[in-house]
C-alpha cells in the first residue's frame, strides 16, 4: 500500500513538472507568435534559439522555407514560421489546417491556358503556397486580352504570356516554385511535361487541345481540372478522378465545326472566365490537399445573365471507352501520333476561324481592288453582312448592312437601295473576315444577283491592305 | 405533358428569340401514355427549332457535343432515348463549351 502510494506521490510529481514546462513551452510559443506579429518580414526569435525546436528537414520543397528553416518552429513537427504567418487564415479552418496546407505546399500543379481562366487559377494557386506551379502557353499577350485575362499587365503586352503570368505569381508569392513552359501543348510534348505534375488544370480555349489534355491525363493517371466559358456562360467539372468520366466519356465523337464557338467570334463577358477559374483553382486545391468533396461525376453550369449556378450529375467513366475503358488499347505512342487538329476538325488555337472557300475567283474582288472601284466613281452598293451589333463596332461609309441570318427577307431592301443607286451598279458584299461574305455571294447570285461580288478576307483585310486606321476587333 | 425545356451554351440560338426557357405542353404519341425522351426530341425539332436543325439532332439523337439532362441528372442514367418523362419534368439541352 505505502509503495503505491509513493508511487502515486511520484506520477503527481511529474505531472506537475510537465505541466509547469508546457506552461513555460506555451508561454515561448506566444511570445514568438507575437513577435512574429508585430515583425512580418523580419524572423523574430534571436534570443530564444535555445528554446526552439529546429526544423528536422520538413521544407515541403519551397524555396522560402527552406532558406528561413533554421529560424521556423515546427510546433509537432508542423510547419515552419515564415509559413504559418503567411497562410495563417488557412490553418485557422478546421477543415483545412496544417495538413491542408502541408499538402498544398507539396503538391504541383499544371495550369494549361494563361488566358482568361488561366489567370485567376495561376494567381489563386500561387496565393495559396501551392509547392510548384507550372504554367504552359505559347501565345504573347495582346491588348484585346487584357479585358478578361486579368494576370496580364499593359506593360507585358507583345511578351509571353508564361513570362508575364509567372512574373505576377512570384510577386505575389516569391516562395513557391513558378515553372514557365512556353510552348503550345502538344501531343509530342504533353506527355513530357504533364508528367511532371500532380494535377492538370485545363486553361484552355479550343476543342482540339480539350481532347489531347484530357486523353493525356487518362495515359499519366492526372486528374484534370477543367473549365470553359463562352459568352455568359461557363462550365466546370472534375474529369479522370474518383471514378469520374474522362471527356471522352462524355463525348465520344466531337461536336461539328459549325457547333464550335470561338471567344474570338462571339465574344466573352470578362468576369464569366474569372468565375470559372476561381472556380477551378478551388477544386484543384480540393483535389491536391483531400479536402471537400471535388466536382467529380457532377459538372457546374453557370449562367451569368440570369444569375445562375445548377450541378448536375454526370454519368460515371465508360467501361467502354476508348481512352479510359478497361479494354482501352491507347498507348503513350498512339497519343504523340493522334491528329487532333484533324479529329475534331478545328484548329489548336481559338484565333484562327478555319476559312471557306465557297465561290469561284470571278465572284471575288480583294479590298484593294474594291478601293480603286471606289477611287474610280464606279456605281455600287456595299453590302455589309455583318450581324448590327458588330457593324455598330465600325463600318465602312457608306455601306448597308443587311445581316445575312435576315438577308432573306430584307431582298426588297436591297433592291430598293440598287435601284437608287443608278444605271448597273455592282454589289460589293462584304464581313469580317471573308466568310459570311461568301455564303451571302452564293445566296444573291441564286436569287439573281448575278453580278454580286465578295471582299476577299473582309474587313480584317480591309485593315491590313488598305485602311490602317480602321478598327481591328 | 407540361415540360419545362431549357437550352443552353449557345443552342438558345437555334430557338425563336433565343429564349433560353420553354414552358412547354408535349402530347404522347398516339397509343403510348407517356413521352420518351425519343419522342421529346422529335418534337422539340419540329415545333421549337428554327434553324439548323443539324445543330441540334444528328440521327435519332441529339448531334454530339449536346449534354441531355433529366432534372438535373445526365440523361445517360436515366436510359438515354428510351427515358419515360414525368409530369413536370425539367429537361436541359446544353452544348459543351470550348472557350476560355
Ligand atoms: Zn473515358
Redesign the pocket.
Given at each position: 500500500m505505502g509503495g503505491g502510494g509513493g508511487r502515486r506521490e511520484a506520477i503527481e510529481r511529474e505531472l506537475h513538472k510537465l505541466r509547469a514546462e508546457r506552461e513555460e513551452l506555451d508561454g515561448r510559443i506566444r511570445l514568438l507568435e507575437s513577435q512574429l506579429e508585430a515583425e512580418p518580414a523580419g524572423v523574430g526569435g534571436e534570443g530564444e534559439g535555445e528554446g526552439v525546436v529546429p526544423v528536422v528537414g520538413s521544407c515541403d520543397g519551397s524555396v522560402g522555407c527552406q532558406s528561413r528553416g533554421r529560424n521556423g518552429f515546427t510546433p509537432n513537427g508542423g510547419l515552419p514560421a515564415d509559413m504559418i504567418y503567411r497562410y495563417s487564415r488557412h490553418l485557422l479552418l478546421p477543415d483545412f489546417g496544417v495538413e491542408g496546407q502541408r499538402k498544398l505546399s507539396q503538391s504541383s500543379i499544371l495550369v494549361v491556358g494563361a488566358g482568361g481562366l488561366g489567370s485567376p487559377v495561376a494567381l489563386y494557386l500561387a496565393a495559396c503556397g501551392v509547392g510548384c506551379l507550372g504554367i504552359v502557353d505559347g501565345d504573347d499577350v495582346e491588348l484585346n486580352n487584357l479585358h478578361r485575362q486579368i494576370i496580364h499587365k499593359e506593360s507585358y503586352v507583345g511578351q509571353p504570356k508564361v513570362k508575364s503570368a509567372a512574373d505576377a505569381c512570384r510577386e505575389i508569392n516569391s516562395s513557391i516554385k513558378v515553372v514557365e513552359h512556353h510552348h503550345t501543348l502538344k501531343p509530342c510534348n504533353a506527355l513530357e511535361i504533364v508528367q511532371k505534375y500532380d494535377i492538370v488544370v485545363d486553361a484552355t480555349d479550343n476543342l482540339p487541345t480539350r481532347y489531347m489534355i484530357?486523353d493525356c491525363c487518362?495515359l499519366l493517371k492526372k486528374p484534370l481540372v477543367s473549365g470553359a466559358a463562352l459568352g455568359l456562360e461557363g462550365q466546370l467539372t472534375v474529369?479522370?478522378h474518383n471514378g469520374s468520366?474522362?471527356?471522352?466519356?462524355?463525348f465520344p465523337s466531337p461536336p461539328p465545326v459549325a457547333a464550335c464557338q470561338r471567344c474570338s467570334d462571339s465574344g466573352v463577358l470578362g468576369v464569366v472566365p474569372g468565375v470559372i477559374g476561381c472556380l477551378q483553382a478551388l477544386e484543384a486545391i480540393k483535389v491536391a490537399t483531400a479536402v471537400g468533396e471535388p466536382l467529380c461525376g457532377r459538372m457546374l453550369l453557370f449562367d451569368a445573365l440570369s444569375a445562375r449556378i445548377r450541378i448536375v450529375k454526370l454519368r460515371g467513366?465508360?467501361p467502354d471507352?476508348?481512352?479510359?475503358?478497361k479494354n482501352?488499347a491507347f498507348t503513350e505512342q498512339d497519343f504523340q501520333k493522334f491528329d487532333y487538329e484533324n479529329f475534331t476538325q478545328s484548329p489548336m488555337s481559338d484565333k484562327t476561324a478555319p476559312s471557306v472557300n465557297l465561290l469561284p475567283e470571278s465572284a471575288r474582288i480583294t479590298c484593294r481592288d474594291y478601293k480603286k472601284m471606289v477611287d474610280n466613281g464606279e456605281p455600287h452598293i456595299l453590302l455589309d453582312v455583318r450581324p448590327m451589333h458588330h457593324f455598330q463596332i465600325a463600318s465602312i461609309s457608306p455601306s448597308l448592312n443587311i445581316p445575312l441570318s435576315v438577308l432573306e427577307e430584307k431582298l426588297p431592301t436591297l433592291e430598293a437601295s440598287l435601284k437608287k443607286a443608278g444605271a448597273a451598279p455592282a454589289l460589293v458584299v462584304l464581313c469580317r473576315r471573308g466568310n459570311d461574305s461568301q455564303r451571302a455571294v452564293r445566296f444573291l447570285r441564286e436569287k439573281g444577283f448575278a453580278s454580286a461580288k465578295d471582299i476577299i478576307g473582309g474587313l480584317q483585310a480591309w485593315g491590313q491592305d488598305v485602311d490602317p486606321d480602321f478598327p481591328v476587333y | 405533358m407540361h415540360l419545362t425545356l431549357e437550352f443552353g451554351g449557345g443552342l438558345e440560338l437555334l430557338l425563336e428569340n433565343s429564349t433560353k426557357v420553354h414552358k412547354v405542353e408535349v402530347p404522347p404519341k398516339d397509343g403510348q401514355a407517356t413521352v420518351t425522351m425519343r419522342g421529346l426530341l422529335t418534337w422539340v425539332k419540329d415545333s421549337l427549332i428554327k434553324e439548323r436543325p443539324e445543330m441540334f439532332v444528328k440521327g435519332d439523337s441529339v448531334r454530339p457535343g449536346v449534354l441531355v439532362l433529366i432534372n438535373d441528372c445526365d440523361w445517360e442514367l436515366c436510359g438515354g432515348l428510351d427515358a419515360e418523362l414525368e409530369e413536370k419534368d425539367v429537361v436541359v439541352f446544353i452544348s459543351t463549351l470550348h472557350g476560355g
Open positions: 484530357s487518362v474529369y479522370h468520366p474522362c471527356y471522352r466519356c462524355l467513366s465508360s471507352c476508348t481512352i479510359c475503358g482501352s | -
